[in-house]
């Protein structure tokens, strides 16, 4: 079946450095893509998203690229802040008839000053 | 606008009981997904209910029901609670129109069981 897999955390940063989370799918149809983030005790939060091959999904200066040929969708940051500090969720929509979200396990980023 | 919000917050329940969940969409949002997310692990898909009718079902057993509503708010309910019950549970809505289309959370009811 569609799946996700992300890297493992915690990812630990200074601020301003660059950022990487690795992200990548399984699917046997053409799913939209999504990054979600999630800060403590809070519900999900959209961050970005790419519905075709070669799309760029950017927001906040985040940035995902959806690679088919690679079947990745890796999150990258130029200079992350503290306040970026929670848990990324790669997650993929399943096509097959309705509307079901995949997601990955997270991966808890922590940024320093 | 409001977006999807959620009741309770939060919820302490004992082994056995039943526990009802609620969610009202996003306006305009006539689909309305369930999630569960236990403690270090992404959300797994629970329900999702397009139009007051049931369009899609996860891999969770029958004490797990749901329903959504005429003005497309939707209830989740869990029979004869178990420990492993304990999670964040979070509703989320869309349009329902297309396919793949961006899903909306709300702020999730986590629910303890002991």
């Known amino acids: 079946g569609n799946s996700v897999t992300q890297m493992e955390g915690p990812v630990t940063l200074s601020e301003e450095a660059f950022l990487t989370i690795n992200c990548t799918y399984t699917a046997t149809g053409y799913p939209s893509l999504f990054w979600y983030v999630q800060y403590p005790g809070e519900g999900l939060q959209l961050l970005l998203k790419a519905t075709k091959a070669d799309d760029k999904g950017s927001n906040k200066g985040f940035e995902a690229t959806y690679r088919k040929e690679t079947t990745s969708f890796h999150l990258e940051k130029g200079s992350v802040q503290v306040s970026d500090s929670a848990v990324y969720f790669c997650?993929?929509?399943?096509?097959?008839?309705?509307?079901?979200?995949?997601f990955g396990a997270g991966t808890r980023l922590a940024v320093h000053p | 606008d409001a977006g999807v919000t959620q009741s309770p917050t939060h919820l302490i329940k004992t082994r056995g009981q039943h526990v009802t969940l609620r969610c009202s969409p996003i306006s305009g949002h006539k689909s309305v997904s369930w999630y569960q997310q236990v403690l270090g692990q992404g959300p797994q898909f629970i329900f999702q209910y397009y139009e007051k009718e049931e369009r899609g079902r996860g891999n969770f057993p029958d004490r797990f029901s749901a329903r959504q509503f005429p003005n497309y708010s939707s209830e989740l309910n869990v029979n004869a609670l178990l420990l492993g019950d304990s999670a964040l549970y979070l509703c989320a809505s869309s349009s329902g129109h297309q396919d793949r289309e961006t899903q909306y959370f709300g702020p999730g009811t986590r629910l303890l069981v002991l």
């Open positions: 997650a993929l929509s399943d096509s097959g008839g309705y509307n079901k979200l995949i």
